[in-house]
């Protein structure tokens, strides 16, 4: 290392004598030489220059600073310095934040930057949440290690050592409908001289900036609530306190507030907002009823208040609606309502009042309104619905009602309207599952193919048709088909009737049908057909039965014989006695086959074969003393009569037989099959030779036509081909000459779009080559009259600065300091803040020494 140390302007260097241990500063700027004892431990290194509007603190600062001598550090102090000359730091001193110049001097520019700060500003509603280190006094203030306050803003703050920043603190904006809820964090009085303790919160409703204090906290920001007529709040205190409105609350205790008492409204500490309550609104015809009705402030529990529309009204806490709002019953003159007493009450609803004990039951006619008092419930029906209207009934229509103190049940018949008593109630009567399905197909259930199903059909209901349900409360009806009986059994009375058609069967609470089940097909099946009516006739069965000839031959014979009922009308007896046998088609098919089967088997097949019609009659109804054929068969058990047979066919069971039978009738076919073929064969021959000549005559026609048109074609081509060539030539020669003609002018057209593209690029380039010299011309202008304007600022700053030092210094000043010698001189500037460089230049207008002495000089002589 060299002992010659060169120390500039506004450097420092911190120089360690080994004999005394004691570290000097030098300052610059001057060329030390150091001693044999001497060494350099710190720098050179530049001074600390602190900016206007920054500070830094110093760490460690020194008390007494002597050449030469030990000085004094104040270990563990801060001192903080502002805006001024530059200072060298003392050995021992160091900045806080700032790199340890010690260890590297790499990049000198910028060992202290990040020590020099910037002075805090605090705007407006905005503060500095500070923090003494050690006690200190204030301003007057005692202030105690630990203490925390606020500098307010507007201000630019000057940090002390004795302080440190902890925070910017910002304000809260409180807009209009809004509020803070603070909460103290210790005991303090605050800017209002309230006394507040731990733990106590209000509300800031000013609005404006609000900027909390040192020891309040900012718990939650509050919206106003809007009270408009149409809304409330529903409010619950939390603990007890004294609301807006001088009331006191107790916790737990609930409230409504509405429009009449705030418009608006921010909750108080100790008050919570439940929820908002929407005003209960009554229209015509509508009312309601209110559970635990609020009376004088007070809820009165398990009571109950009917109001009525027209009105409004807010539910206070603790009140419901009971069912919500209710339509008033409006009552037509064919309606009603069945009403029942809850508890003992006098009635006012009619002209006469009346006293109702608990559990009676009554009718509320129209047409009037009606509002059900508390003590009052309706009675509904089985559907859910409440109004009872009029029943209308037309002829042979009726509903079944049991009376609910009886069980009694009855019928009530058209045409009439019918309105249910206040015991009375619809009673559904039930069938069982084959009935219904009978009576949707109209009385009767059976195959398709059966004959006696198109009886059902007239009698199909309409309403019952498709997949249509019954109602049950309804009369049961059935349209009795003509000429058939239906047979009705009353099963309380143990009795039966017999209804004729046609006629409509209406059946009572008690009564049902008497269900047939009869044979049917070929040959007859059991339980084929069920049915609910009898037909009566006269009608005609078949049937197909097999019998047996003596000669052991087997065959079937299809028949059909006619039917009727013999009875007198009017005797129940007969008229009950037609249904004594429940299948009355089987029984009579059954009769008529045993009795032709016993006739058969004692006659032989050729006998059989020749007079069957003879013997088949004689066999079912007899033949009496004179040999006379009987009229007809009765079975005196139900009534049923035979009158006449019809005999279908007769086939052999055997399939030989059959089969031969089969053979001659297919030959006597053939043969007749065959000259039919034959005179058909000859007549469409002859047919076909009178076309074929029609077809050839047409065909040489055809080809006269033809020759006729090719003639014509020929000279239609040998007319087109001349005018083809003429026209051809002539196109041609037109087209060239409009070839040449387009050419021409398209040439032309070329040329003077060049011509003018040319021009524009001209003009183009004419008018940048403009606007780039009048640029650069008024670029030039502009730099030349900035320039202008700095040396004439320049000029004005130094005359400026002179004029204004003279000023300071005065003229006792510069007097001095032409008296005093040039070291002392030079030390005085320097105390002013003159840099030496301007003090010893000689050609600078701050000379001061010949301006001193010049002064001086003139101030003498003058």
């Known amino acids: 290392m060299s002992d010659i140390v060169g120390i500039g302007p506004n450097q420092f260097v911190h120089v360690l004598n080994v004999t005394t241990s004691i570290t000097s500063l030098e300052i610059g700027p001057k060329t030390l030489v150091l001693q044999i004892n001497e060494l350099l431990t710190v720098g050179p290194l530049p001074c600390v220059v602190v900016p206007p509007g920054h500070y830094c603190i110093v760490k460690d600062p020194i008390r007494k600073y002597e050449l030469g001598k030990p000085c004094q550090l104040r270990h563990g102090h801060f001192e903080v310095r502002f805006h001024k000359e530059p200072f060298a730091l003392y050995p021992g001193e160091s900045l806080v934040d700032a790199e340890d110049f010690t260890k590297s001097c790499a990049g000198k520019e910028k060992t202290y930057l990040p020590a020099i700060k910037t002075l805090p500003v605090v705007k407006a509603h905005h503060a500095l949440l500070v923090m003494a280190r050690v006690d200190h006094d204030d301003g007057g203030e005692q202030r105690k290690a630990g203490d925390t306050w606020h500098v307010e803003g507007p201000v630019t703050y000057k940090p002390t050592a004795e302080v440190e920043i902890v925070s910017v603190i910002k304000p809260h904006v409180i807009n209009y409908g809004q509020a803070l809820r603070i909460q103290a964090k210790q005991d303090f009085i605050d800017r209002n001289d309230v006394q ?13 900036a609000y900027l909390p204090g040192v020891y309040e906290q900012i718990v939650q920001v509050l919206n106003s609530y ?38 608006s409204y921010i909750p108080d500490v100790g008050v919570k907002v439940l929820k908002e309550i929407k005003k209960t609104v009554l229209e015509k015809n509508e009312y309601c009823v209110v559970v635990n009705p609020v009376k004088d402030g007070h809820c009165m529990l398990g009571q109950q208040e009917l109001r009525e529309g027209i009105t409004n009204f807010f539910l206070h806490p603790g009140e419901k609606l009971l069912q919500g709002i209710q339509k008033t019953f409006i009552l ?18 009619t002209s006469v009042m009346k006293k109702r004990h608990a559990g009676d039951r009554w009718l509320i006619r129209g047409p009037c309104t009606y509002v059900p008092p508390i003590q009052v419930k309706i009675i509904k029906k089985p559907d859910g619905s409440m109004v009872r209207s009029a029943i209308a009934l037309r002829e042979n229509e009726g509903i079944y009602i049991r009376h609910l103190q009886t069980g009694r049940v009855r019928a009530i018949m058209g045409p009439q309207s019918y309105l249910l008593q206040e015991y009375e109630e619809l009673w559904q009567k039930e069938l069982t599952p084959l009935l219904e399905d009978l009576l949707r197909h109209g009385g009767g259930q059976g195959g398709s193919n ?5 009886y059902f059909e007239s009698s199909i209901e309409p309403s019952l048709s498709g997949n249509k349900t019954r109602d049950k409360t309804k009369v049961v009806t059935y349209r009795c088909p003509g000429n058939t009986a239906v047979q009705v059994y009353n099963y309380e009375k143990k009795t039966a009737r017999v209804v004729f058609g046609p006629n409509m069967v209406l059946l009572g609470p008690d009564e049902n049908f008497n269900i047939l089940s009869l044979s049917a097909g070929k040959p007859k099946k059991e339980n084929a057909l069920k049915t609910i009516c009898l037909m009566l006739g006269p009608d005609f069965m078949s049937d197909s039965i097999e019998v047996e000839t003596s000669d052991h ?15 007198t009308h009017g005797i129940l007896e007969e008229e009950l006695k037609i249904f004594s046998v429940p299948d009355f088609i089987g029984f009579a098919c059954k009769q008529v086959g045993s009795r032709i089967r016993g006739v058969v088997a004692q006659t032989p097949f050729d006998t059989f074969h020749r007079y069957s019609a003879k013997i088949i009659r004689e066999a079912i109804f007899g033949v009496d003393k004179k040999g006379k054929i009987g009229a007809k068969l009765k079975f005196d058990v139900n009534g049923l009569c035979v009158t006449n047979i019809d005999i279908q066919s007769i086939e052999p069971v055997d399939t030989h037989m059959r089969d031969s039978l089969m053979k001659s009738v297919q030959m006597a076919i053939e043969i007749s099959t065959k000259s039919i073929e034959a005179t058909a064969f000859h007549e469409a021959r002859r047919i076909e030779q009178e076309a074929r000549g029609l077809l050839e ?3 040489i026609l055809n080809e006269q036509a033809a020759e006729r048109s090719r003639n014509e074609l020929y000279e239609l081509k040998a007319v087109t081909a001349a005018v083809e060539s003429t026209g051809q030539a002539k196109a041609e020669a037109q087209a060239r000459a409009e070839k040449l003609l387009i050419e021409g002018r398209s040439e032309i057209e070329v040329a003077r779009l060049k011509a003018h593209a040319e021009e524009i690029e001209a003009n183009t380039e004419l008018e940048s080559l403009e606007e780039t010299r009048a640029a650069e011309l008024a670029y030039k202008s502009h730099q030349i009259e900035l320039e202008v304007n700095k040396s004439r600022d320049l000029v004005d700053i130094e005359v400026s600065q002179f004029s204004e030092m003279i000023n300071a210094l005065g003229a006792n000043t510069v007097a001095e300091i032409a008296k005093a010698g040039p070291q002392q001189q ?6 002013l803040g003159i840099e030496s460089t301007l003090i010893m230049s000689g050609d600078s207008p701050l ?13 003498l002589n003058n």
């Open 196 to 208: 507040r303790v731990t733990g106590e919160e209000w509300l800031v409703k000013k609005p404006g």
């Open 226 to 263: 809007t009270l408009t007529q149409e809304d409330a709040l529903h409010l619950r205190a939390t603990q007890k306190f004294t609301d807006a409105l001088g009331i006191d609350r107790l916790a737990g205790e609930e409230w409504l507030l509405t429009c009449d008492q705030t418009e």
């Open 332 to 349: 037509m003159e064919d309606q009603a309502l069945v009403v029942q007493a809850q508890d003992e009450f006098t009635d006012t609803s």
């Open 450 to 454: 059966i004959r006696k199903m198109a």
């Open 553 to 567: 031959a087997r065959l079937r014979i299809f028949l059909a014989f006619n039917n009727h009922f013999e009875f």
């Open 697 to 699: 005559r047409q065909k």
């Open 826 to 831: 030079v030390d005085l500037l320097k105390g």
């Open 847 to 859: 000379n001061l020494f010949n301006v001193a002495q010049g002064l001086v000089g003139n101030g």
